[in-house]
């Protein structure tokens, strides 16, 4: 069993708790004094490098822990998931039949803290520079937006809204301000009252989030409708 000490906190907070990490028979747990938080099998998860520190994602939960050995907690992450591929192939091989010889570890499907725990391996050439773009932003702003924020979809659709913007810039402005109304003061009451944020944002986003959304889809409405009266009069 790996032990490890770590400062929890959740995205979009500054307060920070003391907690302990362990992996042990395949799982990872994460424990504030005698309460568990969190009990996970290693499968479920999602463990990513954030300039915060490191991101676990599971089960609709998102935390941020900042280890001081990130690079020892990194490597067990990775080993460990290593160990459950072959132990879940070495149970699926017929009885009698000769085990498969391990492929290298670098073979084998990893978290995104395995990948990370090894040496930096050239980008392949087929990757597009908008890609790359989207890369970079979600490492500088992924503790703060979700996952889905940095994706091609998202960008067609911000393309789109654009086009709308030019042609229908009088509707699109009073859209983007009734939607922007709506997201600051939902978000204003979820961050008043956290039972009310779990029933509606489900751990999905966090309170600041929807606020600082929210402004920017407002902000958006009034820039359009601005726009708009000076190229359509």
Request: charged share 25%.
């Amino acid at each position: 069993m790996a032990q490890f000490n770590a400062s929890l906190r959740l995205p979009g907070e500054s307060s920070a708790l003391a907690a302990i990490v362990r992996f042990q028979e395949g799982r990872l747990q994460v424990a504030a004094g005698e309460h568990v938080i969190g009990d996970w099998d290693i499968d479920s998860i999602d463990i990513s490098r954030v300039p915060e520190g490191i991101k676990v994602a599971a089960e609709g939960e998102v935390l941020l822990l900042d280890i001081a050995d990130r690079a020892a907690f990194e490597v067990e992450a990775a080993s460990m998931t290593v160990r459950r591929n072959r132990e879940g192939k070495s149970k699926r091989s017929p009885r009698g039949s000769r085990p498969p010889k391990p492929k290298p570890a670098k073979a084998v499907k990893t978290t995104r803290a395995a990948k990370t725990a090894k040496q930096p391996v050239a980008k392949a050439p087929s990757e597009s520079r908008i890609d790359k773009m989207l890369e970079r932003a979600r490492d500088r702003f992924g503790s703060s937006l979700p996952d889905w924020v940095f994706t091609r979809k998202t960008l067609l659709g911000l393309v789109v809204v654009f086009a709308l913007c030019v042609v229908f810039a009088r509707q699109v402005s009073y859209l983007l301000l009734i939607a922007g109304v709506i997201a600051l003061l939902v978000g204003g009451v979820t961050m008043l009252d956290s039972v009310i944020a779990r029933r509606i944002l489900r751990h999905r986003v966090t309170p600041i989030q929807v606020v600082i959304a929210g402004g920017t889809i407002f902000v958006t409405g009034l820039l359009v409708g601005v726009v708009g009266d000076q190229l359509w009069g």
